[in-house]
């Protein structure tokens, strides 16, 4: 039996102001404007202005948002990981960290709706556009490091204070290396949304190949 006292529960995070709340609708809304403007004619052929313009706001306020077009569809590229990592941080600290982040995973990539499949969507051509915009290559590469970064406290959580920080910060770094490679991988495809060869089953799949060998412990144990 531990002799160790139980973990913290995590404190509930500050719920938004509405300032902040109709800021990050707006940056939504300027998010999807691009991402449309992107898949009719392509970042090269695509403005500020042509987005500003599409998302009904003037373009001094595209601008104190985003600093390019590229920069604009970042929020739509990182509410998948907001996502995830809001699962994860719900997870019960007694749960391993390999079967918190595969079911955090499953429930992010999910499509039990029309929007979450909307949203894969977006996903998929951005990331194909990427393929050919090293700018937008690099606000995906960006979002990756951002999202990996804030996922190292919530395994840590997960993992208990006795854990290795090392290991702590690999499963973060092999965690969000899963689920990016898993998207990129189904973006190059015409591969449904969900089932066989969707983002949740190709996530599954690297999480285990990347995680399997981890000593990550749960809490207590």
Do not use: H
């Amino acid at each position: 039996m531990s002799t160790q006292p139980p973990p913290e529960p995590p404190q509930p995070a500050p719920q938004p102001s509405l300032t902040e709340r109709r800021k990050a609708a707006t940056q939504l809304d300027i998010a999807r404007a691009a991402a449309e403007l992107f898949a009719e004619r392509g970042p090269d052929a695509t403005t500020a202005e042509d987005i500003a313009r599409r998302a009904g706001v003037a373009l001094r306020t595209f601008y104190r948002y985003f600093r390019s077009k590229q920069d604009a569809v970042g929020p739509l590229l990182s509410g998948g990981a907001d996502r995830w990592r809001g699962l994860l941080a719900a997870a019960d600290p007694g749960t391993g960290v390999l079967t918190a982040l595969e079911s955090a995973v499953a429930d992010a990539l999910a499509t039990p709706d029309a929007e979450a499949a909307e949203q894969l969507g977006w996903t998929r051509g951005l990331l194909r556009a990427a393929e050919s915009d090293t700018a937008l290559r690099a606000v995906w590469y960006r979002v990756n490091q951002e999202s990996e970064e804030l996922l190292v406290p919530v395994i840590g959580r997960l993992a208990g204070a006795a854990a290795d920080p090392l290991e702590v910060r690999l499963a973060a770094a092999a965690a969000t290396a899963a689920v990016r490679t898993a998207l990129e991988t189904w973006s190059a495809t015409d591969a449904p949304v969900s089932g066989p060869g969707s983002p949740a089953e190709l996530a599954a799949r690297c999480l285990n190949e990347l995680m399997g060998g981890m000593r990550l412990p749960a809490p207590g144990r």
